[in-house]
Nanobody
Framework: QVQLVESGGGLVQPGGSLRLSCAASTTIFGIDAMGWYRQVPGKQRELVARIISFLRTDYTDSVKGRFTISRDNAKSTVYLQMNNLKPEDTAVYYC?????????WGQGTQVTVSS
């Protein structure tokens, strides 16, 4: 079992920045993928960014060039640096971990981009 604790969400003006953190309760070595998803009411949860096997990063097109995913193995933490935020980035952001056939989710953190 892997527990994930997210932090860093909040209210920010358009063009601003936030950094989300996701701390895992176990070492992230051996984890196949870590990533961030987001969801708005009435829509399906969508992938924002992920690190696969510590080798490859993927981003959804709408955040390329603005968001950066990174990890700190020593802290078992994955980060999402979000720059130049737009109102359409408003959503609940969820941390996700995949290990073998198991999948774990954080509790979610709200990001609101509004003037």
């Amino acid at each position: 079992q892997v527990q994930l604790v997210e932090s860093g969400g909040g209210l920010v003006q358009p063009g601003g920045s936030l950094r989300l953190s996701c701390a895992a309760s176990t070492t992230i070595f051996g984890i196949d993928a870590m990533g961030w998803y987001r969801q708005v009411p009435g829509k399906q949860r969508e992938l924002v960014a992920r690190i696969i096997s510590f080798l490859r990063t993927d981003y959804t097109d709408s955040v390329k060039g603005r968001f950066t995913i990174s990890r700190d193995n020593a802290k078992s933490t994955v980060y999402l640096q979000m720059n130049n935020l737009k109102p359409e980035d408003t959503a609940v952001y969820y941390c996700n971990v995949k290990r073998g056939s198991d999948e774990y989710w954080g509790q979610g953190t709200q990001v609101t981009v509004s003037s």
